[in-house]
């Protein structure tokens, strides 16, 4: 029952992650004004997402259910979902960067982060992710262990889960002390700075009535500053309950872990990939905007006009913000 109930989960988070984050391609696609580098981030984080919903969870069901497989076939599906948690939290590090720059240099930040260096950011991500989610395949692993305990035949033949092809060591102290908590910190204190400079800008009493486009610029970016805020916190408290229950089995392995536990934590990770477009379409106008475009236009077939870029003006230099 309990697992039935898990699997009927799963499909309704696929399906939901999937449907969301391709609005949230689609989005970006249609509306110029969402095409800079915040949003290229944002498109990233979505294809990761979108990669959850269409590939990861259907693993994770097929894991379930206790296929056997091949070690190196069960480890190549686990190392899969590691990258693509990797992505996803160096694509949010990305986002917390850009708005930090966004803020602290507004009237240079278009000749500092060009379309050109936000794409090379985002493969430098996906490198990255890449090179820590197959560690794993590279030989820190479980399957020495496996062999000495005598576990595994010798055709490698084993029941496909997450622990028994994983080293506890690799997730604990590479994969969490490494590469998600570090990043998670560091992105609450650039979100904290961020939000103290843009509290700083709107309380300057230098700042008066002929100067308001400042006010206006730094009104909008605390407004996007908070959804981006949201989402990381969402994403904290999605993963970090896997990440505990893995410190427990490795520096507890004789304690009790229901299994119930371990299919909500499993649950939350994979419904944070399906949470981000809610987050877009109930926070940022722009996409709200653009989610009820492709709705009325290529759903219930009605003309809409064009999305238009709104220029607001730092200086002497206009910059495209997406209105909130």
């Known amino acids: 029952m309990l697992l039935s109930v898990y699997i009927g989960m799963e ?3 696929a399906l939901s992650s999937v449907i969301g984050n391709v609005m949230v391609v689609w989005a970006v696609k249609i509306n110029k004004s969402l095409r800079d580098t915040t949003f ?7 294809l990761a997402d979108i990669a959850v919903g269409a590939l990861v969870i259907p693993l994770a069901i097929t894991i379930s259910i206790g296929l056997q497989t091949h070690f190196y076939s069960c480890l190549l599906v686990a190392c899969t979902v590691l990258v693509l948690t990797q992505s996803s939290i160096l694509a949010l590090l990305a ?4 708005r930090y720059l966004r803020v602290k240099i507004p009237t240079r930040y278009k000749r500092v982060v060009t379309p050109r260096r936000a794409g090379l950011a985002v493969v430098v991500c996906w490198t990255v ?5 197959l560690t794993p395949m590279l030989g820190w692993n479980n399957l ?7 576990s595994i035949s010798s055709d490698l033949i084993i029941t496909c889960q997450f622990e028994n092809v994983i080293s506890m060591d690799y997730m604990v102290y590479f994969n969490f002390f490494g590469w998600v908590l570090p990043p998670l910190v560091l992105m609450l204190l650039i979100y904290a700075e961020i939000f103290y400079m843009i509290h700083k800008q709107l309380n300057n009493k230098k700042i008066n009535s002929s100067h308001s486009d400042p006010n206006k610029y730094y009104d909008k970016e605390l407004n996007l500053a908070k959804s981006l805020a949201l989402v990381l916190f969402l994403f904290a ?6 990440h505990i229950i893995n410190c427990i089995t490795l520096f507890c392995p004789e304690c009790n872990k ?5 299919y909500i934590a499993i649950l939350l990770t994979h419904g944070n990939s399906a949470v981000n477009p809610i987050v877009y379409a109930f926070r940022i106008k722009k996409f709200r905007t653009a989610f009820q475009k492709i709705w009325q236009q290529y759903f219930c077939c009605k003309d ?12 002497a230099q206009p910059l495209i913000l997406p209105s909130l």
């Open 11 to 13: 499909v309704v988070i």
């Open 40 to 46: 290229c981030f944002i498109v990233s984080l979505a």
């Open 95 to 98: 986002i917390a960067i850009d």
């Open 129 to 133: 992710s890449f090179i820590v989610g």
């Open 144 to 150: 020495w262990r496996l062999q000495q305990n005598g």
């Open 237 to 242: 408290i999605s993963w970090l309950p896997l």
């Open 258 to 262: 229901p299994i119930a536990f371990l």
């Open 304 to 315: 809409t006009p064009a999305l238009e870029i709104q220029p607001i003006l730092i200086g």
